[in-house]
């Protein structure tokens, strides 16, 4: 497959846009229409996605392009205890559905006779806590003030992990265009579900449909203005490239492996574990067609 002759710096802003904005645009379709069931299938093929990228490309170019095998691993160490300690600290947050850390708070603080109910449900109860019917209850008012607080700090959390995605994404480029396409493709196939949470923290929160959208709409230039900053500043640093690709390695098996795959472990019945698998499946299919493709 011919792969079209952009410029590096067009691909990078290709490739941050689709992985921000377009990522948020979706996830919008998804949490505003409602098709939250879709939501565990995106997560199982963001899985196999992700660790596809990791193993089939980004590691053999970090390896390769390194001078230090030993430098390349000692960073993959280390950014996978950097991010276990960001996401304590609570600013490199993943939330992919209603039985998340963050939702669970937010659920038992402003709906707490909807814990149990389905996915679908509990989203429809958002709406009795528009502002409107809170001015009427001052003591859930008083959950409301709280959780937006929380909504928005979960809302700087991401725009610091869409900024670094940028970074990712300009790094892979950098190196080589069919690195970048499929480290994009992995960072967008995270987003979407990753959004769609946002999306549903912020409606907990209080927050109207619009104004939720407007928030990661604003977030999600962050990937956009991480990939332009790296685009110039690692032209002069070239040699730190392979092992940002260790950190962008790092950040993909934490997220997959710490993060994804025990939300799959709820489901146990054997029809949803056949299908988490074929997806996962279809998730790393998909990296190494496109490796292929791409030769």
Not at 233 to 238: C, T
Not at 247 to 256: D, N, R
Request: charged content about 10%.
């Amino acid at each position: 497959m011919t792969i079209p002759d952009f410029s590096v710096l067009t691909w990078i802003i290709l490739s941050s846009f689709a992985g921000g904005v377009l990522s948020v645009s979706l996830a919008a379709m998804f949490a505003l229409n409602l098709r939250i069931a879709w939501v565990p299938m995106l997560v199982s093929y963001a899985i196999g996605a992700m660790l596809g990228a990791v193993f089939l490309e980004i590691l053999p170019h970090a390896f390769h392009e390194a001078n230090s095998i030993e430098g390349v691993s000692a960073t993959i160490l280390l950014g996978l205890l950097l991010f276990f300690v960001l996401e304590k600290l609570v600013i490199w947050r993943h939330c992919h559905g209603q039985h998340c850390e963050v939702h669970a708070m937010h659920t038992e603080q402003n709906c707490p006779e909807h814990t149990s109910v389905k996915p679908s449900t509990q989203y429809r109860a958002v709406k009795i806590h528009s502002p409107s019917i809170m001015h009427h209850h001052p003591h859930h008012a008083h959950h409301l003030h709280d959780s937006g607080r929380s909504g928005m700090m979960i809302m700087i959390g991401d725009t610091f992990h869409n900024f670094v995605d940028g970074i990712l994404i300009a790094a892979a480029f950098l190196l080589d265009v069919k690195l970048g396409m499929v480290t994009a493709l992995a960072i967008i196939s995270h987003e979407i579900p990753q959004e769609v949470g946002d999306f549903l923290i912020l409606l907990h929160s209080g927050y109207s449909k619009k104004q939720a959208f407007i928030f990661n709409i604003v977030s999600s230039l962050a990937t956009l203005l991480g990939g332009l900053l790296a685009y110039f500043a690692l032209q002069f640093l070239m040699s730190w490239v392979p092992y940002i690709l260790s950190l962008a390695a790092a950040s993909m098996l934490y997220v997959a492996v710490a993060d994804l795959i025990p939300s799959l472990h709820k489901r146990t019945e054997l029809k949803a574990t056949v299908s988490q698998v074929l997806l996962i499946s279809l998730g790393v299919f998909t990296v190494g067609i496109m490796h292929i493709l791409m030769e």
